[in-house]
């Protein structure tokens, strides 16, 4: 199983902090440091929500070897284009370590802040399969163009391409469409927090999918992002438990966190445990796992988790 960490620094990780849990993530050899893109959650209050694309730009003249990700970046934020755009830079910039992912977007107040349209589901979800085809030619080797209903792109070569292979990430907790369309585009299909229950069905269709989209089923990476909990023994995971429960921006008490990741299968409890329950999810195709780290930053916290995870 592949650990990576994915931070939500919207509610709460300046740039600085970001750039430590960077450098604590490749020096703990992790595969992936991740990082959400929203421009803000009104659900908390003063949300200091930086820049995803940017903030990545500077991890990857700051970091040398770990993959940098956005995890995911909403069709509703940007055209294509920017995304093009940014993602093969940032490619260049980190050596070929950038994967880029996409998703719907979800938070109709946060578009609203900033007087961004917020389609209905339908549009959203063709906005996305769009924009896949759309990326998929403008950072393809050869020049390929496209034309769709919402976005359109002429058959030319731009530049700068990456570096090699930029990997795709479709995410989101969709039953059917999102799936799907991890099958039909992408190299990674992303679950978001969903319950261990809830994803086979998910990898099945994404599976067929690819299938049907003419491509290798089993070159699908199946990922999930998820908060874990755990520590070497019941102490410390005590003692961890309440450190996620202070820093938890909705409020949750420490019973309420530990109650609704173990009923979902995740990662909680004791390392034994805690492991277990990472092997179950390995055992349904799940290859890579996203600890969701909601802040502030925690060196120890964060180190002694992947211990855990790991050992």
Not at 258 to 272: D, I, N, Q, S, W
Request: no cysteine.
């Amino acid at each position: 199983m592949q650990l990576g960490i994915m931070t939500e620094p919207h509610v709460g990780m300046t740039y600085a902090e970001l750039l430590a849990a960077a450098r604590l993530a490749e020096d703990l050899g992790l595969e992936v440091f991740g990082r959400s893109d929203h421009l803000a959650f009104p659900r908390v209050g003063e949300p200091h929500a930086t820049e995803a694309f940017t903030t990545l730009a500077g991890l990857a003249r700051e970091t040398e070897r770990i993959h940098l990700m956005v995890l995911v970046s909403p069709v509703t934020f940007r055209h294509p284009a920017i995304i093009a755009k940014a993602a093969a830079t940032l490619d260049e910039m980190s050596g070929g370590r950038f994967i880029l992912g996409l998703g719907t977007g979800w938070m109709e107040e946060e578009h609203a802040s900033f007087g961004l349209p917020f389609p209905p589901w339908a549009e959203r979800y063709a906005r996305l399969e769009e924009a896949l085809q759309y990326l998929r030619a403008a950072l393809g080797k050869a020049p390929a163009g496209f034309s769709g209903e919402h976005y359109r792109l002429a058959a030319e070569t731009i530049r700068p391409l990456p570096t090699g292979f930029l990997p795709l990430v479709v995410g989101g907790t969709g039953a059917r469409r999102t799936p799907e369309l991890a099958g039909r585009y992408a190299e990674e299909y992303n679950a978001t927090f969903l319950s261990a229950a809830d994803l086979p069905p998910r990898i099945a269709a994404a599976r067929r999918a690819a299938a049907a989209a003419g491509r290798r089923p089993e070159d699908l990476l199946i990922s999930l992002m998820a908060p874990a909990v755990t520590g070497p023994d019941e102490a410390s995971y005590r003692r961890h438990l309440r450190a996620v429960a202070a820093a938890d921006p909705f409020g949750r008490a420490p019973e309420a966190i530990e109650t609704r990741l173990r009923e979902r299968g995740l990662p909680v409890g004791p390392a034994p445990e805690a492991r277990r329950a990472l092997g179950a999810l390995e055992a349904l195709g799940v290859s890579r796992f996203y600890v969701q780290h909601l802040g502030p930053f925690d060196e120890d916290l964060l180190a002694a988790t992947f211990s855990a995870l790991r050992d």
